[in-house]
Nanobody
Framework: QVQLVESGGGLVQAGGSLRLSCAAS????????MGWFRQAPGKQRELVAL???????NYADSVQGRFTISRDNAKNTVYLQMNSLKPEDTAVYYC????????????????WGQGTQVTVSS
């Protein structure tokens, strides 16, 4: 079982920056895509950014150009640099690890962190 531990959330004024980190408890074998999701009160969880093992990233339109996702495979860690934060970015941010194992059968697993609160004041 892989555990994901997030850190770096907090309270920041609009226009400010925060950096989230997510460390996996152990190396996961397989094709691993890391990502950040967020969930605001009363809303569904939504994708923020994904990054594959080769470092190719994809972003939600709402954060494109403001957020940057990166990963350090040697440290089993993924980061989310958030700049020019807006009040609408306020949410609990969750780290996700999506693992695909291809052998005799194809298996997929999802691991989630406990979430870290990000609050942006206006």
């Amino acid at each position: 079982q892989v555990q994901l531990v997030e850190s770096g959330g907090g309270l920041v004024q609009a226009g400010g920056s925060l950096r989230l980190s997510c460390a996996a408890s152990k190396t996961t074998f397989g094709i691993v895509t890391m990502g950040w999701f967020r969930q605001a009160p009363g809303k569904q969880r939504e994708l923020v950014a994904l990054i594959n093992q080769n470092g190719v990233a994809n972003y939600a339109d709402s954060v494109q150009g403001r957020f940057t996702i990166s990963r350090d495979n040697a440290k089993n860690t993924v980061y989310l640099q958030m700049n020019s934060l807006k009040p609408e970015d306020t949410a609990v941010y969750y780290c996700n690890s999506h693992v695909v194992v291809i052998g005799a059968f194809r298996s997929e697993y999802d691991y989630w962190g406990q979430g870290t609160q990000v609050t942006v004041s206006s």
